[in-house]
């Protein structure tokens, strides 16, 4: 069974499919997904239930799901991940985790009041208008806006007349991930014998664990969010290559270039010159 990942604090996007079938999945990421258009069954592990238009899901980390697409979907999307988190407020992320992790991961949508459903449906279209006109403080009014998208969902799970579950989302390899996105900058404790200390279990435990819950190996997903960070800085700062070097703990440039060549197939600075390129084509 396939696994994504996110590799940044938080994603929101549109997706459309008119697929008869998006096969199961796992995250290793909250996601929220809200229908635009659309009818079908949605899949969470192993039940299911019909969706249409103003539906809102929430899809834990490890949750089993897929979607069976009977008309042309919409969906709007917010991802998040651990990291995302750790940069709110102490108070609102502890409250969201009680009602979170107590949640029954049963498919369906979470939205129990019916006000709350255009008011999801204009938080969805003002994202969205941000992330296209990336105006003066448009990060911190997205961040601000997704906010309160979670809010209101936690407000209509604490709200539903379902029993929560004495059951909690086993959240080891989510911690295990966060601790990666905070440690990105220091490769000593990425070393996997500094995690498995950390952890308090045995590295080869550490691996397999990992491995099995995400799909990819400790060195491939490390390698690959520290790729994606390290793009970010190419294409979004005015950082030389030296400085982005010693911002990731790398030894030199030449390291740098070694390890974007062997993941791009070009250097940092090859790799910059195509995608400003593509962006002067685009627009």
């Known amino acids: 069974m396939r696994t994504k990942n996110l590799f940044f604090p938080f994603e929101i996007g549109l997706f459309e499919t008119e697929e008869y079938v998006s096969k199961d999945h796992k995250n290793t990421y909250f996601e929220m997904l809200f229908i635009l258009e659309g009818k079908g069954i949605q899949r969470i592990n192993q039940h299911e ?5 103003n539906k809102l899901f929430l899809l834990f980390p490890q949750d089993t799901h897929g979607f069976e697409i009977q008309q042309k979907t919409t969906f709007f999307f917010i991802r998040f991940n651990e990291s995302y988190l750790k940069t709110q407020r102490k108070e609102w992320v502890q409250k969201l985790e009680y009602i979170f992790y107590n949640y029954d991961h049963l498919p369906g949508c979470i939205l129990k009041k019916t006000a709350d459903k255009s008011l999801i449906k204009e938080l969805a279209e003002a994202l969205l208008r941000e992330q296209n006109e990336r105006s003066s403080f448009g990060e911190q ?8 998208f979670i809010t209101i969902a936690a407000r209509n799970i604490a709200f539903s007349d379902t029993t929560f579950r004495s059951e909690h989302l086993a959240t080891t390899q989510m911690s295990v991930l966060g601790y990666i996105h905070q440690n990105i900058y220091l490769p000593e404790q990425l070393k996997i014998s500094n995690m498995a200390t950390y952890f308090n279990v045995s590295p080869n435990y550490m691996s397999e664990y990992f491995k099995r819950q995400t799909g990819v190996s400790f060195q491939e997903y490390i390698s690959a969010y520290r790729i994606k960070l390290i793009e970010t800085r190419l294409l979004h700062t005015n950082f030389r290559l030296h400085e982005i070097a010693e911002e990731f703990g790398l030894t030199d440039v030449s390291h740098l270039n070694k390890l974007f060549k062997n993941h791009h197939g070009m250097n940092p600075s090859e790799y910059k010159k195509v995608q400003i390129i593509k962006k002067s084509e685009f627009q």
């Open 49 to 53: 239930l019909q969706y249409a238009p």
């Open 141 to 148: 009014v997205i961040q601000q806006l997704i906010n309160t």
